[in-house]
């Protein structure tokens, strides 16, 4: 029987996974052989193949679009998948790159179980912990862990001592938020932009852009009772401006954990809109995948 109680929010979550990686080992991807990656991921897997394999040669393609990639692009030689699950799409991507389009596949996942394992020529597990369907937060953050490897110890202790003991504003008097990144982070921009989907859906409204993007029209409208929450650069973009600390020589795996933090304290202060919904809503993805997904994810 499903517990609402057992629904955490985001910033507790981003604490349990930066303990699990402060003891787990992390797998190593070498990817060096290849001549050209396809790399295939749905909605936040999509996002962290493009931080993790950013400073390659690769390809980027979702559900939508791999197969138009790999019908035009003739060097690509091997197709990586993302995927916590290796479910839902993954063993459709993964089987038509292999038999289809006979290419060697690379499944990374959090699932020693997946379905798209047995189309898999390797499969690489990462740990994870139980978290709520969609939060997604150990599973993918320790794909980037593994790629950039920062110490995700010394990542807890900077949330702990410094965003922790923040002076927040009361964030439920807001319901419009635009979050300013760095530009070196701009992979960062959809993840962000997909968890405040999940969590608020059109309850809130929300953008991301990197401090070179707001240099442009982003702001020509002004809004009322919006927040402007700007990370490692203390910039005031309206009325009320809200400044976020990153650690010295961050990287995307800190940045990943401080956003995905800030988010859960934004949670905590607005209604219960995903604890609300979420049975009901794996209910019905259940159906449309043909595979059972519950809310929590073990």
């Known amino acids: ?52 394999f950013e400073k390659m040669d690769a390809v980027f393609a979702d559900e939508s679009s791999y197969e138009i990639k790999l019908k035009n692009i003739k060097d690509i030689d091997a197709v990586i998948v993302i995927s916590a699950s290796g479910g839902k799409h993954a063993p459709i991507i993964a089987k038509a790159a292999k038999q289809k389009y006979k290419k060697k596949v690379i499944l990374l ?3 020693s179980n997946a379905l798209a394992k047995k189309y898999a020529d390797e499969t690489h597990v990462f740990p994870k912990n139980p978290e709520p369907y969609t939060y997604n937060t150990s599973t993918y953050m320790g794909m980037i862990l593994a790629q950039t490897a920062e110490n995700p110890k010394k990542i807890l202790d900077f949330i702990n001592k ?28 959809n993840m962000l932009n997909v968890k405040f989907m999940e969590l608020f859906g059109r309850q809130i409204a929300r953008d991301v852009e990197t401090t070179e993007a707001m240099k442009h029209a982003t702001t020509v409208v002004p809004s009322e009772n919006e927040l402007f929450i700007c990370f490692g650069e203390k910039k005031s973009y309206g009325k009320d401006n809200f400044f976020v600390p990153l650690p010295g020589k961050a990287d995307y795996g800190a940045v990943m954990a401080v956003g995905y933090y800030i988010i859960g304290k934004i949670q905590k202060s607005q209604q219960p809109w995903f604890r609300d919904n979420i049975e009901e809503y794996t209910k019905k993805a259940s159906k449309i995948f043909s595979q059972e997904i519950k809310p929590i994810v073990e």
């Open 109 to 111: 996942t959090n699932n």
């Open 1 to 52: 029987m499903f517990d609402k109680s057992q629904i955490i929010d985001l910033d507790e979550c981003v604490v349990n996974a930066l303990n699990l990686f402060a003891k787990e080992k992390l797998p190593n991807i070498d990817v060096s052989e290849f001549k050209r990656i396809l790399v295939v991921g749905s909605g936040n897997a999509a996002a962290t193949g493009k931080i993790v």
């Open 162 to 189: 410094k965003i922790a003991k923040l002076k927040y504003p009361d964030f439920g008097m807001y319901k419009r938020y635009f979050l300013i990144v760095p530009p070196e982070f701009e992979g960062i921009i």
